[in-house]
């Protein structure tokens, strides 16, 4: 009876959400986390390259906290959505009240897909030529 009241007390918190109550060490894992995250999603680098040995060791040796870097499914499920959430709405912030053309492509195999997302202003820099830009977003789902 007592281990189903103490079930029932806990609750989910958000990233942002739990921050309020955690010591300044805590603050700084999720910040470290968050970075980390952020640095692979912009480079294009597979967050399951977090749990490859040599990285693993890299981060445990070289990098001043790097072994507070969480593995692949924590960084997938806890912090990816947070950072994707915020370059959304970087995003949206950067190209508001502007006209832009936007291009998606999915490519498929047989255990997931990825949809890339292409933003192309359609007003003319300084050069007067209509550049585009990757707007970052790859999106994964198993299928």
């Given at each position: ?123 003319p820099d300084f050069s007067r030529q209509v550049n585009s830009f990757f707007g970052g977003y790859s999106v994964f789902r198993c299928c």
């Amino acid at each position: 009876m007592r281990l189903k009241r103490k079930a029932e007390n806990k609750c989910q918190k958000t990233i942002t959400g739990s921050l309020k109550n955690k010591t300044p060490a805590e603050k700084e894992c999720v910040e470290i986390c968050t970075a980390w995250v952020k640095t692979l999603a912009g480079a294009n680098i597979p967050l399951s390259k977090t749990d490859h040995p040599l990285v693993r060791e890299f981060l445990d040796r070289r990098v001043r906290n790097g072994g507070v870097i969480s593995a692949r499914t924590q960084l997938t499920d806890t912090f990816l959505p947070e950072v994707y959430l915020k370059e959304k709405e970087n995003l949206k912030l950067k190209r508001k009240d502007k006209k832009i053309a936007v291009s998606f492509v999915e490519c498929c195999d047989e255990a997931r897909s990825v949809l890339n997302v292409l933003f192309a202003p359609l007003q003319p820099d300084f050069s007067r030529q209509v550049n585009s830009f990757f707007g970052g977003y790859s999106v994964f789902r198993c299928c």
